[in-house]
């Protein structure tokens, strides 16, 4: 029965997927990978189940509301990225100076970007993979935040300063995120 004033949120656990709490770490795993995140604050009470996590704040304001819908959607990030993973792309575009771009390690190395002698790097957070298709370029990964990171990381580093952007358009640009184009 629920108490007058108390706040509840239900995140389902689907088949395949385990969840598992240490303190305030909670690890995530499923058939595409394991996310691991740390929720912390003493306001938020979260209980896991084998088949739900129910998370609850009592007498909540403004604020421990805030907090509990961002908790939720946090692990139902990390549900949705061991099922199915996220998937950015991003598209390579050139006008002046072809550019060569190659995923090397940790970084993706972006080689003649107008006209440059020195090469540009963008990290590539955690155990995201970078696949480059001659002019697109895939971000996929199990978690959300990793993936969304590089895929910023790649278009900051084609970042043109001191000319004039109408002239040159050149970059990597973000064209789409798991399946929605951007409009």
């Given at each position: 029965?629920?108490?007058a004033g108390k706040l509840e949120e239900?995140?389902?656990?689907?088949?395949?997927?385990?969840?598992?709490?240490?303190?305030?770490?909670?690890?995530?795993?499923?058939?595409?990978?394991?996310?691991?995140?740390?929720?912390?604050?003493?306001?938020?009470?979260?209980?896991?189940?084998?088949?739900?996590?129910?998370?609850?704040?009592?007498?909540?304001?403004?604020?421990?509301?805030?907090?509990?819908?961002?908790?939720?959607?946090?692990?139902?990030?990390?549900?949705?990225?061991?099922?199915?993973?996220?998937?950015?792309?991003?598209?390579?575009?050139?006008?002046?100076?072809?550019?060569?771009?190659?995923?090397?390690?940790?970084?993706?190395?972006?080689?003649?970007?107008?006209?440059?002698?020195?090469?540009?790097?963008?990290?590539?957070?955690?155990?995201?993979?970078?696949?480059?298709?001659?002019?697109?370029?895939?971000?996929?990964?199990?978690?959300?935040?990793?993936?969304?990171?590089?895929?910023?990381?790649?278009?900051?580093?084609?970042?043109?300063?001191?000319?004039?952007?109408?002239?040159?358009?050149?970059?990597?640009?973000?064209?789409?995120?798991?399946?929605?184009?951007?409009?």
């Open positions: 029965m629920p108490i239900i995140v389902a656990i689907p088949d395949g997927v385990n969840v598992t709490r240490d303190g305030t770490d909670f690890k995530v795993s499923g058939p595409n990978g394991v996310v691991m995140k740390t929720l912390e604050d003493s306001r938020i009470d979260i209980d896991v189940g084998s088949d739900e996590i129910h998370l609850s704040t009592r007498l909540p304001s403004k604020r421990e509301k805030a907090l509990l819908g961002t908790y939720t959607s946090h692990l139902r990030n990390m549900i949705e990225g061991v099922q199915d993973g996220f998937t950015y792309k991003l598209k390579i575009v050139y006008s002046h100076f072809p550019m060569k771009v190659r995923a090397d390690g940790q970084h993706v190395v972006i080689e003649n970007f107008v006209g440059e002698e020195k090469p540009r790097k963008a990290r590539i957070a955690g155990d995201t993979k970078v696949n480059i298709k001659s002019d697109l370029v895939t971000v996929e990964g199990p978690n959300k935040e990793h993936v969304g990171q590089t895929a910023a990381n790649i278009e900051r580093a084609t970042k043109i300063k001191g000319r004039d952007p109408r002239v040159f358009q050149d970059g990597i640009y973000l064209i789409e995120k798991s399946g929605n184009p951007i409009r």
